[in-house]
């Protein structure tokens, strides 16, 4: 395979700057063996303190006693102690209470959190002595960082693209970045340090790719490790290779079929009019793009929108100035933004942007698949999308499909709600039947003299919608000449191109000339509408410079499953 372009390593550290969990583990200088303990105690919450009776017990803790300090804290609330998380208190994004996070001086907004504790009471990644994997794709992970080091799984961890130590290289200004997102995934609870992950006792599995970027490399990374997801901090621009996707499909394949999920940051370019359909690394069915939301429950402002985005999660404010950021793990001793009491410069409160709130979804989906590990990918993709929370309800962007889903090109489904999903699964869900896709090509070499265009295209399937792509081929130049529609036979109507992105010759803002020769945008807005009947596709000229442009086709594939 090819290597990926010099400046598309640029675009890369760019786009990001704007054997198993350890099966034993120390409490007290006494050895306790999470082995022991696979038969004898449940993943229940005996005592109700949000830790489950099987990891209170590799923990050293009485599964009959909430509060052992007897300090009036539940044992699952602690920020102090020998089983305390110093910054937990923070961590406004697992447990909102109107905390200040940093030096904005700025409260978070008590209830707007992630929803988890009711979950911490059957599930935290450790899936009895199993723990749920989940790899971080970036510059590297510090496996000897006080809060991670229980949590690295060595085995399924990459060098390049050989099995080894993920470390951080020093190479790149972003070398810290896997670190910080592997303690929002997976910084280890109840051990006397600094803060805690989504999923807290699931293996990190991490990788330094973005170093040395290779696609063989990556193919290597993406099918290698005994793992669930996937989290990709990072995207690219104008990108419409499809060798990543193909390396995705390939994944489905991994674990007895039941496949990988591959989680992506969408991208910090609202500013500049961006738009993440306009990559296909993050636009296939196989990848779940991640819109960031602030403290209020609104979109971040760097959040980027398209209509390939699937579910959101919290990113926090641009800066720690500004409001309330996200309070992870760094590379030891190179903290800068840090609290006083963190001596060692192990931990920062100065995270944001979209590639934080990625490692929330994937560290979400670890929790799901603790609950329901029978489940393939689309059906955690369907659960995660059918299940979501609707917010900022006086949003514009929101649009109610046929089969009664809210969808919105800022949010995706709403913000991810881990204990809807598992409620679901564990309940009466069925699952999916075998994924089945319908198409229509049609040609057409027609100038495009209007400032508008409607055409229809007939499909005749009848199949349960999961995920929509429609090809644009247009002899166009420039991406920002056009906005684009899809209107479904339902009549439901989605954003798929926003129109006015802008291009350029410089390293991070190439040139798009990208629609001629085809270019394809997605969406998975649509789902579960049938495919059956007329669908429409709005073209329109948003520059009125492109009056001499051919429309040379249209194609519209439809990817779903019989009901």
């Not at 590297?140 to 809060?147: A, L």
């Not at 060798?243 to 940051?265: C, D, H, N, P, S």
């Not at 679901?424 to 075998?434: F, G, N, P």
């Amino acid at each position: 395979m090819k290597k990926i372009s010099k400046l598309l390593s640029f675009i890369l550290l760019f786009f990001i700057l704007n054997g198993c969990g350890s099966s034993v583990t120390r409490k007290n200088n006494k050895t306790y063996d999470a082995n022991v303990n696979l038969n004898r105690y449940s993943n229940v919450d005996s005592d109700n303190d949000y830790i489950p009776d099987n990891i209170e017990a590799l923990i050293g803790s009485k599964i009959n006693d909430s509060d052992q300090n007897h300090n009036g804290i539940v044992d699952g609330l602690e920020s102090s102690g020998k089983m305390g998380d110093r910054y937990f208190k923070k961590e406004w994004y697992i447990k909102s209470t109107g905390q200040i996070v940093n030096r904005s001086n700025i409260s978070s907004v008590e209830g707007n959190d992630l929803g988890l504790m009711e979950v911490y009471h059957n599930f935290m990644g450790y899936n009895n002595g199993k723990p749920i994997g989940v790899q971080i794709v970036d510059f590297g992970v510090d496996i000897n960082h006080e809060d991670l080091k229980d949590n690295i799984s060595l085995k399924d961890s990459f060098n390049g693209g050989k099995i080894g130590d993920p470390s951080p290289q020093n190479t790149y200004i972003g070398q810290t970045h896997g670190t910080k997102i592997a303690g929002i995934v997976a910084a280890r609870a109840f051990n006397g340090k600094g803060v805690r992950g989504v999923a807290p006792f699931a293996k990190i599995a991490g990788s330094n790719w973005l170093n040395n970027q290779n696609l063989d490399d990556l193919e290597q990374v993406w099918l290698g490790g005994d793992v669930v997801v996937s989290n990709n901090s990072w995207g690219t621009y104008y990108n419409s290779d499809t060798i990543y996707e193909k390396i995705m499909k390939k994944a489905q394949e991994l674990r007895e079929g039941r496949g990988r999920a591959f989680v992506f940051a969408a991208g910090n370019d609202r500013s500049y009019n961006g738009d993440t359909n306009l990559q296909y690394i993050e636009n296939n069915r196989f990848a779940i793009a991640v819109a960031a939301l602030g403290v209020d429950d609104t979109y971040a402002p760097y959040s980027t929108p398209g209509a390939n985005i699937f579910i959101s999660a919290y990113g926090g404010s641009i800066s720690a100035y500004d409001g309330p950021t996200i309070v992870t793990t760094t590379v030891s001793g190179k903290a800068i933004d840090t609290y006083d009491s963190d001596n060692q410069k192990n931990y920062t409160y100065s995270m944001s942007g979209t590639s934080a709130a990625a490692p929330m979804v994937s560290g979400a989906i670890a929790l799901i698949n603790e609950a329901c590990p029978n489940l393939k990918m689309r059906d955690i993709k369907y659960l995660i999308a059918t299940n979501a929370k609707l917010i900022d309800n006086n949003n514009s962007s929101w649009v109610r499909n046929g089969a009664g889903v809210d969808f919105s090109v800022d949010y995706g489904f709403g913000k991810i709600d881990t204990k809807a999903v598992i409620d679901a699964c564990r309940s009466s869900y069925e699952i999916l039947s075998k994924e089945i896709s319908t198409q229509a090509d049609i040609k057409y070499n027609e100038v495009l003299n209007d400032a508008s265009i409607v055409k229809d295209i007939d499909i005749k399937d009848d199949i349960t919608i999961e995920q929509v792509e429609l090809t644009i081929d247009i002899n166009s130049t420039n991406a920002s000449d056009y906005k684009v529609y899809l209107v479904s036979p339902s009549g439901t109507k989605i954003k798929m191109l926003r129109g006015g992105s802008i291009c350029g010759d410089s390293m991070f803002i190439p040139t798009c000339n990208w629609m001629n020769g085809g270019f394809r945008v997605t969406t998975p807005a649509f789902i579960d509408e049938n495919s059956n009947g007329t669908w429409r596709v709005e073209i329109d000229n948003v520059n009125n410079n492109a009056k001499n442009d051919i429309l040379k086709s249209l194609k519209l594939k439809i990817y779903g499953h019989r009901s």
